[in-house]
């Protein structure tokens, strides 16, 4: 069964930082990863996607990157902002019409 | 309008009621998803549908039923309302790689 883990659990960190958060699934055996951004109380908010073939994917200030050989994915936030805080999600699929399995989350907050 | 709609977006019931959660989406997909989130324990599956007919159980089926009334409509069901039941749902749709969450519905059991 595939696992997704994701720490620590939250973050805090000055604002202008840049930063690396990690995400580790135990079945390397993967179609694609996805980051997701969750605001409090609210739904999710798709980032970036990588497929199992990319390494990498960009989005402005986003960096996302995988290797699948050790089951890693990390989201790098560049030049962080308080409207950078939220709860960012990693999840994993199995296959092209598979469901995503979940990692918990890291909650980041931003510090003026 | 959203892509994936969830009603009502708050909802307190009493232990043993029946409630129903909606769903619907615009996106013209036909795999549409129900998730439910609990503080330090992540987004689990309750159940999935790949199309009208195709309806699967998820992770955490137990207590939960579903409906596929059309490709753009996806109902969960609690028949007996339980406060550990008490929760953020969340509908989802996706074609491919995309997925699309609606704002979830958060369910309090009293």
């Known amino acids: 069964k595939q696992e997704v883990t994701q720490i620590p659990a939250a973050l805090s960190v000055p604002e202008g930082e840049n930063l690396v958060l990690n995400c580790s699934f135990t079945d390397s055996a993967i179609y694609n990863l996805q980051w997701f951004r969750q605001d409090p109380g609210k739904g999710l908010t798709s980032l970036l996607l990588?497929?199992?073939?990319?390494r990498e994917q960009t989005s402005g200030r986003l960096n996302a990157s995988l290797d699948k050989s050790s089951g890693r994915s990390t989201l790098y936030i560049a030049a962080s902002q308080p409207g950078d805080s939220a709860t960012y999600l990693c999840a994993v699929t199995a296959g092209a019409n598979s469901k995503l399995t979940f990692g918990k989350g890291i909650t980041l907050s931003v510090r003026p | 309008d959203a892509d994936v709609t969830q009603t009502p977006r708050n909802r307190i019931t009493k232990t043993g009621k029946r409630i129903m959660l909606e769903c619907s989406q615009t996106?013209?997909?036909?795999?549409m998803y129900w998730y439910r989130q609990d503080p330090g324990l992540g987004l689990r599956l309750i159940y999935y549908?790949?199309?009208?007919?195709?309806?699967n159980k998820g992770e955490i089926s137990d207590g939960y039923s579903v409906s596929r009334q059309a490709q753009a409509k996806f109902s969960l069901s609690l028949e007996s309302a339980i406060p550990n039941q008490t929760a953020l749902y969340f509908c989802?749709?996706?074609?491919?790689?995309?997925?699309?969450f609606g704002s979830g519905t958060r369910l309090t059991v009293v």
């Open positions: 989802a749709t996706s074609e491919g790689y995309g997925y699309t």
């Open positions: 549908s790949f199309d009208v007919k195709d309806i």
């Open positions: 990588i497929q199992s073939s990319q």
């Open positions: 996106k013209g997909h036909d795999r």
